[in-house]
């Protein structure tokens, strides 16, 4: 017997910990969900003539609420709000934080030259691409404790998870902890994925980005203790197929999956944001000696555009298509002076390409006219990013739904209209996101809330995710 259960398969895992004898039948109409879901992915018989009893996925969910409360402490806000900005002291006390639970839960921990942080439980095959997971931890000013971080923590335990009930992966599982996800300090969103996919543009950028206070990207860094130069960067880069899938976990971030009393959304694709700044600059002027006709109001001009923005956006006919300005500042800012400059930052989201850049174009060709009709002068229209969207791959969805089948949690598939590390890491491999649902859909904000029910049902669905997708 030894020898033929030496390696733990799914027929394995069932045969050994999942069953020992009671003196009562357990009937198929109460059958435990995880009995079936090894059966089906081992295809392994059930004997329904011998009595057994049933462990279940055991999430320990009082310790992992305890961890993202603990972590939510390292902020540079007071409770309930999380500050967590790039390479800031509270920042590198949290990156600190993760990798002593990872290590505490027997990973094989390393961090790259950005500080991408990855915790390895190595499968019976190591030179087989591993399975990915995790997400990020840093905070926009003022935020929950949630975003993120519930994909970080509750993939570790996601692990444990498996590890309790005796399974062994073939592929290795590694949960990652990406780098400034957030674009607070330095406006690059995703900052650590788009480096490990590989995208040069923002490589060279990096060489000349400073943050608000003038500090360099690479000066901020080393201040965290990261003593990288440019020339490191592109040693980041992976190739495609490093992973063999990349899954996420993470709160939904709106309010569909609570409205609808559903505990999972499968996530079918990732709309990709564009960020564009505008400026314009008119002439200014005292506010009661300059009259309405003699004006070239460049704060008008922006007002215009934001409304130019919203009906583009609603003449796509799609409920898909987003657009919000969400920065418009005003030059001298007195309220009795016409504004001489304006400076306007767009985001425009779909999962549709073609139809984003369209309304980008339109919103161009406004940002013209309005600029001509005002006398003002269009100074600058940059797109900052125009990334693609992501499509799930249909092998994840289809685990990630057969999870949740057996699991017998109610689930829908949706779009997530936020972007995540996932868009990026499906430039690497093939890619799906879980979510869970958050109290009245808040996020980034203090009210940002998970239940442990919740967060423990992500835990599970991911765990036989990732346990289906280490033996393909």
Not at 15 to 23: A, D, E, G, N, V
Request: hydrophobic share 40%; aromatic share 8%; charged share 25%.
């Amino acid at each position: 017997m030894a020898s033929k259960f030496s390696k733990f398969t799914f027929s394995s895992l069932l045969f050994l910990f999942f069953y020992q004898s009671i003196s009562t039948l357990v009937s198929s109409a109460n059958e435990d969900p995880t009995r079936r879901t090894m059966e089906e992915f081992a295809g392994y018989p059930t004997d329904t003539d011998t009595d057994f009893s049933v462990l279940s996925f055991s999430v320990e969910s009082d310790k992992l609420q305890n961890q993202i409360d603990e972590l939510s402490m390292l902020s540079a806000s007071p409770a309930p709000s999380v500050t967590r900005i790039l390479y800031s002291e509270k920042d590198v006390l949290a990156r600190s934080y993760i990798k002593t639970i990872m290590q505490k839960n027997g990973l094989s921990v390393r961090e790259d030259s950005v500080g991408n942080i990855y915790g390895r439980w190595d499968g019976s095959e190591k030179g087989l691409a591993a399975v990915a997971t995790g997400s990020h931890i840093d905070a926009i000013p003022f935020s929950g404790k949630y975003d993120g971080v519930v994909g970080v923590l509750g993939a570790i335990e996601a692990i444990n998870v498996l590890k309790r009930v005796g399974f062994e992966p073939k592929r290795s599982l590694e949960v990652i902890m990406f780098t400034s996800e957030e674009p607070t300090r330095f406006g690059i969103s995703c900052l650590g994925s788009r480096l490990l996919a590989g995208i040069e543009e923002l490589a060279n950028s990096l060489k000349e980005t400073k943050d608000s206070q003038n500090i360099s990207f690479f000066d901020a860094a080393k201040s965290a203790g990261y003593n990288l130069s440019p020339k490191d960067l592109p040693n980041l880069f992976l190739n495609k197929g490093n992973y063999s899938a990349f899954i996420e976990l993470h709160i939904e971030q709106g309010p569909i999956l609570e409205e609808e009393g559903l505990e999972i959304g499968i996530v079918t694709a990732i709309a990709a944001p564009a960020s564009i700044k505008v400026e314009f600059e008119g002439n200014g002027g005292h506010a009661g000696a300059v009259l309405m006709p003699k004006r070239n109001d460049a704060g008008l001009a922006a007002a215009e555009l934001a409304l130019a923005v919203e009906k583009h956006v609603l003449d796509s006919k799609s409920i898909d298509t987003v657009g919000t300005v969400g920065i418009i500042e005003l030059h001298p800012g007195a309220i009795n002076s016409i504004p001489s400059k304006s400076h306007i930052e767009i985001d425009i989201r779909d999962i549709d390409e073609k139809r984003r850049n369209n309304v980008i174009e339109k919103v161009h060709e406004s940002a013209i006219n309005i600029a001509k009709n005002r006398k003002v002068e269009l100074s600058e229209f940059k797109i900052i990013n125009q990334d693609p969207p992501a499509i799930s791959d249909e092998l994840i969805i289809n685990s990630m739904e057969f999870a949740a089948k057996q699991l017998n949690l109610s689930h829908k598939f949706m779009i997530s209209r936020a972007y995540h590390d996932s868009l990026f890491m499906a430039r690497i491999s093939p890619m799906g996101m879980i979510f869970i649902p958050c109290y009245k859909g808040y996020s980034h904000k203090p009210e940002e809330f998970a239940s442990t029910k919740d967060i423990s049902n992500g835990v599970k669905v991911l765990a036989l995710t990732l346990a289906k997708l280490s033996l393909d």
